[in-house]
């Protein structure tokens, strides 16, 4: 293992939390190295395009080729790619239908799915759509989308089922109570006795992109099922925003609302 690689991968960690520039003194006191060892990773750096001296000042800064770098890999990411693995493993668990989806005006698009191999089971396609205030998923992704997109979704309201939200202040009420839990229910909103339970999906800008959710017949995913399955539906939509590159401990980036 080459440490001194290591040590210079530190080096630009520590200058990442930086607001600013960063001094030899203070990253050598960070990372408890000699100031001659932090002098020469520097340059190296330097060197290498990765960091360059605020001569005004004589401290340094990261340049943007790390940005660059990260700008790349994010580019050859894909989302089904990256979630499909998880949602095997949320099949394997659950065994009902598992949805991959997004957001398209009012309505979700599933993007992607795995059928359930019981018998009576949740019908859905690829490339379907269902009405985002009607579904799990789609609320998962409402909670934190934009005022415009939350208000086309009101607009859109419609009385599919007797579960269904027919009201914007319900609306507003139920995807309030998703930002708090961190995912979304379906108590039969778009399909009577098909009910379903989601949560978001983050991007590497904290920006929810899609929701991963399962569904089912009311007669197998009653609500204390539903709650049994919660963490993992959480953990496993967690693990796909990871693999793009969000980091839960980053503040997420502000809804449009705010």
């Given at each position: 293992?080459?440490?001194?690689f290591?040590?210079g991968l530190?080096?630009?960690?520590?200058?990442?939390?930086?607001e600013?520039?960063s001094?030899?003194?203070?990253?050598?006191?960070?990372?408890g190295?000699?100031k001659?060892?932090?002098?020469?990773?520097?340059?190296?750096?330097?060197?290498?395009?990765?960091?360059?001296r605020?001569?005004a000042?004589?401290?340094y800064?990261?340049?943007?080729?790390?940005?660059?770098?990260g700008?790349?890999?994010?580019?050859r990411?894909?989302?089904?790619?990256?979630?499909?693995?998880?949602?095997?493993?949320?099949a394997?668990v659950?065994?009902?239908?598992?949805?991959?989806?997004?957001l398209?005006?009012?309505?979700?698009?599933?993007?992607?799915?795995?059928d359930?191999?019981?018998?009576?089971r949740?019908?859905t396609?690829?490339?379907?759509r269902?009405?985002?205030?009607?579904?799990?998923?789609?609320?998962?992704?409402?909670?934190?989308?934009?005022?415009?997109?939350?208000?086309?979704?009101?607009?859109?309201?419609?009385?599919?089922?007797?579960?269904s939200?027919t009201s914007?202040?319900?609306?507003?009420r139920?995807?309030?109570?998703?930002r708090?839990l961190?995912?979304a229910v379906?108590?039969?909103?778009?399909?009577?006795?098909?009910?379903?339970?989601?949560a978001?999906?983050?991007?590497?800008?904290?920006?929810?992109?899609a929701?991963l959710?399962?569904?089912?017949p009311?007669?197998r995913?009653?609500?204390?099922?539903i709650?049994?399955?919660?963490?993992?539906?959480?953990?496993?939509?967690?693990?796909?925003?990871?693999?793009?590159?969000?980091r839960?401990h980053?503040?997420?980036a502000?809804?449009?609302?705010?």
């Amino acid at each position: 293992m080459d440490k001194t690689f290591l040590k210079g991968l530190a080096v630009m960690e520590a200058m990442s939390q930086d607001e600013g520039s960063s001094g030899v003194t203070e990253l050598a006191e960070h990372l408890g190295l000699g100031k001659s060892n932090v002098h020469r990773l520097l340059q190296t750096l330097v060197h290498a395009g990765y960091v360059r001296r605020v001569e005004a000042v004589g401290r340094y800064e990261l340049t943007t080729k790390l940005w660059e770098l990260g700008a790349r890999i994010h580019r050859r990411l894909d989302l089904r790619t990256e979630a499909l693995p998880f949602m095997e493993q949320l099949a394997a668990v659950t065994h009902e239908t598992v949805h991959l989806s997004i957001l398209d005006g009012a309505d979700v698009l599933y993007i992607e799915k795995i059928d359930s191999p019981q018998p009576v089971r949740a019908y859905t396609a690829v490339a379907g759509r269902a009405p985002a205030a009607c579904v799990a998923t789609g609320k998962a992704m409402l909670a934190w989308a934009s005022v415009e997109d939350i208000a086309l979704a009101a607009e859109s309201l419609q009385a599919h089922t007797p579960q269904s939200i027919t009201s914007a202040a319900e609306l507003d009420r139920q995807l309030q109570q998703v930002r708090k839990l961190g995912y979304a229910v379906n108590t039969g909103e778009w399909r009577e006795q098909v009910v379903g339970l989601a949560a978001p999906i983050h991007d590497v800008y904290g920006t929810v992109v899609a929701a991963l959710g399962i569904s089912g017949p009311l007669q197998r995913l009653d609500e204390q099922v539903i709650r049994d399955h919660v963490p993992f539906v959480m953990e496993m939509a967690d693990q796909v925003s990871q693999r793009l590159g969000y980091r839960p401990h980053l503040p997420a980036a502000p809804r449009a609302q705010d």
